[in-house]
């Protein structure tokens, strides 16, 4: 899979769990919560692999070209750093919101018309300069490299920290050892809670 083709994949990947989160009724707050955290964590992944490597790869295969496309690839690019960093503060605040709190619809529509207006843009400007500039050899090789970094990437939104090398490879690697962490602990506890309450149930 190429880098496009990935990106392309996740993209369809929380448009899906966007359209689940929409067919919810109003007080499905423990679904909702569920698909919130989904979303979560696919964008925090996914953000941190254009940043460490998609949008750096286009910069510079656009140095080599003409000053217009720089320009161009450049402001692109920068646009899209600004919009990640918009959705990682909306992230940052969902991940920390109960989902009964009445303003937790109205902040996740919020996220969803952000991410489809980035989404859109990465489709309609960005990826067909990228597959100009870069080309299909460096776009399948760039894809296996996102791909191995999906495991390693941040897994919740970090909107403080750098989002352009080198500053966000280092941040990038701290923050996922310790999402990863608290990631686990957390399935711990959800795995616990839920023997309980099959144990309860049998002894009823």
């Known amino acids: 899979m190429d880098a496009l083709a990935l990106l392309l994949h996740d993209h369809r990947e929380v ?10 009724t109003e007080r499905a707050h423990k679904s909702k919560q569920k698909i919130v ?48 960093h918009v959705v990682k503060w909306t992230l940052s605040e969902l991940e920390k919101m109960d989902p009964e709190d009445e303003r937790f619809d109205a902040k996740f529509k919020v996220l969803m018309e ?18 100009r500039l870069l080309g299909e050899d460096v776009l399948e090789e760039l894809g296996e ?7 390693l ?9 750098p989002d352009q090398p080198p500053g966000n490879l280092v941040a990038g690697t701290v923050a996922a050892v310790m999402d990863r962490a608290k990631d686990m602990v957390r399935d711990s506890v959800d795995r616990l809670s839920r ?3 099959q144990d309860r149930d049998a002894g009823a």
């Open 145 to 151: 490299r996102m791909e191995k970094a999906k495991k």
């Open 114 to 131: 952000s991410v489809r207006h980035h989404v859109e843009e990465e489709q309609d400007a960005l990826f067909p300069k990228a597959r």
């Open 195 to 197: 023997r309980g309450g």
């Open 37 to 84: 955290m989904k979303v979560i964590r696919e964008l925090a992944i996914h953000s941190a692999i254009e940043e460490m490597l998609f949008y750096p790869a286009v910069r510079t295969a656009a140095l080599k070209a003409n000053v217009r496309t720089l320009e161009e690839a450049a402001e692109t690019v920068l646009e899209s750093l600004e919009e990640h």
């Open 15 to 24: 448009e899906q769990l966007f359209r689940q989160f929409e067919k919810l």
């Open 153 to 161: 990437a941040p897994t919740r939104p970090h909107p403080r920290a």
